[in-house]
């Protein structure tokens, strides 16, 4: 098998390739363990349900409920991005971004991607089933997202809105595995995070937009054109309210908890400041800020849990 070729959009040095034989190449890029900002930006919800929880019950973290999430994102984020791979085989041998990856080249078969698929399905179903009947129940649920959103781009410009919905999930799942059931604050969490997706996400497509149109590709950043920015800045606003009313619902808007909101607020309105429809690659250097951005304000969650417990 030929050796896999570095991405556009790939990590600048993908140290994982040194260490594993050049066959596994292609499927390490299907999961996209060469760019792990999408495991991030799927871990860090689950992350802020967890430690939101946390606050509520003025208990530590969840240190083996994180590290599972962890676990469960990495192999869901492999799985979503192969069966993605399947679905857009066609759309992505048409854009330049993607035209190399391990299907539309060729270095990967059908067949192969499909059992692929099915391997970190397994792993993920693992990690799950280890939780509460309702977080089982309620991670299933997910799944009719992350199956409709590859269609999405064919029929609708919000598909980053589904996107969202999906990678957002784990606000609700870091709550339900502490308390087996759901109430406003994580909901208002869960809404927050799905403008923060669509937000990065349509920062993340202006990358494409070119391509996407001889494509016949929709997505938000063709929809909001010269009006990006604002529209961008919006999404990003909602997301802070809603955020900031999530921890207001548990008491919890002070101390660390306030310092982590307030370094997400900045972090955010810097991202809006850059934002240039001519720069793609500056597009995709401000998407993968988002993990410090989130990170910021879980550290932020996490440090205010010490002092509540």
């Given amino acids: 098998?030929?050796?896999?070729?570095?991405?556009?959009?790939?990590?600048?040095?993908?140290?994982?390739?040194?260490?594993?034989?050049?066959?596994?190449?292609?499927?390490?890029?299907?999961?996209?363990?060469?760019?792990?900002i999408g495991w991030w930006l799927l871990v860090l919800p689950c992350w802020w349900g967890s430690a939101l929880a946390s606050l509520a019950t003025r208990t530590p973290l969840h240190y083996g409920h994180l590290l599972l999430f962890l676990i469960g994102a990495i192999a869901m984020r492999g799985a979503g991005s192969t069966y993605n791979d399947i679905v857009d085989r066609e759309i992505d041998a048409k854009v330049e971004r993607t035209r190399m990856r391990p299907l539309p080249s060729g270095r990967v078969s059908l067949h192969a991607a499909f059992l692929f698929f099915g391997l970190q399905s397994l792993v993920g179903l693992a990690v799950l089933l280890s939780f509460n009947v309702f977080s089982i129940v309620l991670g299933i649920s997910s799944l009719g997202f992350v199956a409709i959103y590859p269609f999405m781009k064919r029929i609708t410009?919000?598909?980053?809105?589904?996107?969202?919905?999906?990678?957002?999930?784990g606000a609700l799942m870091g709550w339900s595995t502490a308390y087996g059931s759901l109430t406003l604050a994580p909901l208002l969490l869960y809404a927050g995070a799905i403008t923060w997706t669509i937000g990065y996400d349509t920062i993340y497509a202006i990358q494409d937009i070119r391509d996407d149109v001889k494509a016949g590709v929709k997505s938000t950043a063709r929809l909001f054109g010269s009006r990006l920015r604002l529209c961008v800045g919006l999404l990003y606003t909602v997301t802070l309210c809603l955020s900031a009313l999530a921890l207001i619902g548990i008491g919890g808007l002070h101390g660390f908890a306030l310092l982590g909101w307030a370094g997400f607020a900045v972090h955010l309105c810097w991202q809006v400041t850059k934002i240039d429809l001519d720069d793609g690659a500056g597009a995709l250097r401000l998407f993968r800020s988002n993990r410090d951005a989130g990170l910021i304000f879980f550290a932020g969650l996490a440090a205010q849990t010490f002092l509540a417990a």
Avoid at 1 to 12: I, K, N, Q
Avoid at 31 to 36: G, N, S
Avoid at 160 to 167: H, I, K, W
């Fill in 157 to 169: 410009s919000w598909p980053q809105a589904v996107l969202g919905c999906a990678f957002s999930w």
């Fill in 1 to 36: 098998m030929p050796r896999a070729v570095a991405l556009p959009d790939a990590a600048t040095d993908p140290w994982l390739f040194r260490l594993t034989p050049d066959f596994l190449h292609p499927y390490l890029q299907l999961a996209r363990l060469d760019r792990p």
